[in-house]
């Protein structure tokens, strides 16, 4: 069966200083992989997508970075937070289909800058 | 513009009491309509997703209803448990090239009292 992990679960970083969060997927094969974040109060907003390894797609334009260094990691980076970036990040796979309907999330991260 | 709109924002029901919940969407072009609950700090679990010749999907005691003529759908849970307290999520995908895109309502957040 399938998994996703995320880590860390929590993490509290002051502004200005670097991010890196982790996701790795177990048990498929190239799928494409997500990162999502949640504000207080506010519904899921897309940050990346990628369909294959190096391949990054960017939703919205933001100080924060995404790669895939291997067919089941994704990571999410920044160089220097700021206060906005506090939320929750999602990361989620799918089946490399566009036939496939369904998402699946991971845990998420709780990350609040300070 | 895509959107997904979901009422009530918040709802407090008693335990074992039925209630539901609403989603109204302008998404084009409709691919299906997924409702996801998410436990608070807790990555979403999907719980039905209906394509457009769906009128009605039931997973134990969660019916979900899609009327693709009117772009609304409706989320029933019956006889209300404590561990229902959550907030549900509406997202409907829409055809996107390589990848779906989701569109995400922001969710009504439900409590169950006893």
């Known amino acids: 069966s399938q998994t996703i992990h995320q880590w860390p679960a929590t993490l509290v970083q002051p502004v200005g200083s670097p991010l890196s969060l982790e996701c790795t997927v177990e048990?498929?094969?190239?799928?494409?992989l997500y990162w999502y974040r949640q504000a207080a109060g506010r519904g899921l907003q897309l940050l990346f997508y990628?369909?294959?390894?190096?391949?990054i797609s960017s939703e919205v334009p933001q100080n924060l970075s995404a790669s895939r260094p291997q067919d089941r990691q994704f990571i999410l980076s920044s160089k220097k937070l700021l206060l906005s970036d506090s939320g929750f990040y999602l990361c989620?796979?799918?089946?490399?289909?566009?036939?496939?309907?369904?998402?699946?999330f991971g845990p998420g991260t709780r990350l609040t800058v300070t | 513009k895509n959107q997904v709109e979901q009422s009530p924002q918040s709802l407090i029901i008693l335990e074992g009491k039925n209630c539901t919940l609403q989603?109204?969407?302008?998404?084009?072009?409709?691919?299906?309509l997924r409702w996801y609950k998410q436990d608070t700090g807790r990555g979403p679990v999907s719980l039905t997703i209906m394509t457009f010749s769906e009128n009605t999907k039931s997973n134990g005691r969660y019916t979900a209803t899609l009327d693709a003529d009117t772009k609304q759908s409706s989320l029933h849970i019956t006889a209300s448990q404590l561990s229902d307290s959550a907030s549900y999520i509406c997202v409907v995908t829409a055809y996107g090239g390589a990848t779906n895109k989701l569109i995400f309502g922001t969710g009504t957040l439900l409590a169950v009292q006893p």
């Open positions: 989603c109204n969407y302008t998404v084009s072009p409709f691919s299906n």
């Open positions: 989620a796979w799918s089946l490399d289909s566009i036939y496939s309907y369904e998402q699946y």
């Open positions: 990628s369909v294959g390894i190096g391949q």
């Open positions: 048990g498929t094969s190239n799928p494409n």
